[in-house]
């Protein structure tokens, strides 16, 4: 199985939280509402919504192949994927 880990580090500063492994292998990470999320996803086929601590939320959205990327919409509470068909 293909997995990653994410480390979150404040810039100049310590890690924060522990470091988390994921059961996927990540295409993208991206923060979310101003550094208080973290959206990742790539090989499970979602987009999954983690604390700034690296704890998994949630997933906000599936596809149904890989997602290779994802943006958020600037003051809103949007999400967008992108999958190749």
Do not use: H, T
């Amino acid at each position: 199985m293909v997995s990653g880990r994410i480390f979150i580090y404040i810039c100049g500063q310590q890690q924060v939280g522990n470091d988390r492994q994921l059961d996927y292998d990540p295409c993208f990470v991206g923060w979310f509402s101003k550094g208080e999320f973290l959206l990742a996803g790539g090989s499970n086929k979602q987009c999954n919504i983690y604390s700034r601590e690296g704890v998994q939320l949630g997933v906000v959205g599936s596809q149904p192949s890989w997602v290779w990327s994802a943006e958020v919409r600037p003051d809103a509470n949007c999400v967008v994927s992108i999958v190749r068909s």
